[in-house]
């Protein structure tokens, strides 16, 4: 039993409350007469989900409260799980995946879930210290799934790259457009970020704005 908390006086408090004898609070709330009697006179606990049901028999709950006396809700029941439905490990902080893609690239016949999470606690450490802690874990937003968030960041890099190849011709004093259509394959996007001179992809048709 939990130091501070008083399974005893708790049970009768919910006894008294719902107008319970032990044999009725026993029989409402599944339960042996023994068990309850035992757990009135502190010689043995309850699970705690026995005690919650025996609490809503006397329209009452369980809750947590902090050290401020608030109450404090449970993770959130939708939060990330991983390819197989188990949820992530609670302790850890969640990513997602596409930002660790290389754990999946040598495994192309998975399914990638949306989620992951990292074992490096020291590193955790360190995000929670700049940022906090995380309430809770990611849960999946429609629109959010991994190709769909690798569909935004080609989009954006193409933004990029086009800003990119527009502000090299201004410099260069060339037409913004010369009405030639792009044609390179999303690899392109992959290989360019703008950050230096045009890149694309071995394949490319294009090689758009190469000399």
């Keep these: 039993m939990a130091d501070g908390f008083d399974l005893s006086g708790v049970l009768r408090r919910i006894r008294r409350t719902a107008d319970l004898s032990q044999r009725e609070l026993a029989s409402e709330a599944g339960l042996s007469v023994s068990a309850v009697a035992h757990?009135?006179?502190?010689?043995?606990?309850?699970?705690?989900?026995?005690?919650?049901?025996?609490?809503?028999?006397?329209?009452?709950?369980?809750?947590?409260?902090?050290a401020d006396g608030r109450e404090v809700a449970g993770m959130d029941p939708g939060g990330a799980r991983d390819a197989t439905r188990r949820r992530l490990p609670a302790h850890l902080d969640t990513e997602h995946t596409e930002a660790v893609a290389d754990r999946w690239?040598?495994?192309?016949?998975?399914?990638?879930?949306?989620?992951?999470?990292?074992?490096?606690?020291?590193?955790?450490?360190?995000?929670?210290?700049?940022?906090g802690t995380p309430e809770d874990h990611d849960v999946p937003v429609p629109g959010?799934?991994?190709?769909?968030?690798?569909?935004?960041?080609?989009?954006?890099?193409?933004?990029?790259?086009?800003?990119?190849r527009e502000r090299r011709r201004a410099a260069a004093?060339?037409?913004?457009?010369?009405?030639?259509?792009?044609?390179?394959?999303?690899?392109?996007?992959e290989v360019d970020d703008g950050s230096g001179p045009p890149r694309h992809?071995?394949?490319?048709?294009?090689?758009c704005d190469l000399a």
């Design 105 to 131: 690239a040598h495994r192309p016949d998975r399914r990638q879930p949306w989620f992951t999470f990292g074992l490096d606690r020291t590193a955790r450490d360190r995000r929670r210290a700049r940022a």
């Design 201 to 207: 992809a071995v394949d490319c048709p294009c090689g």
């Design 39 to 66: 757990a009135e006179a502190g010689t043995r606990d309850l699970p705690s989900r026995a005690l919650a049901r025996a609490a809503g028999l006397a329209g009452l709950r369980l809750v947590l409260l902090d």
């Design 173 to 189: 004093g060339e037409p913004a457009d010369d009405g030639l259509t792009c044609a390179c394959p999303p690899g392109c996007d």
């Design 144 to 164: 959010n799934s991994p190709a769909e968030r690798r569909a935004r960041r080609q989009e954006a890099a193409r933004r990029r790259a086009a800003e990119e």
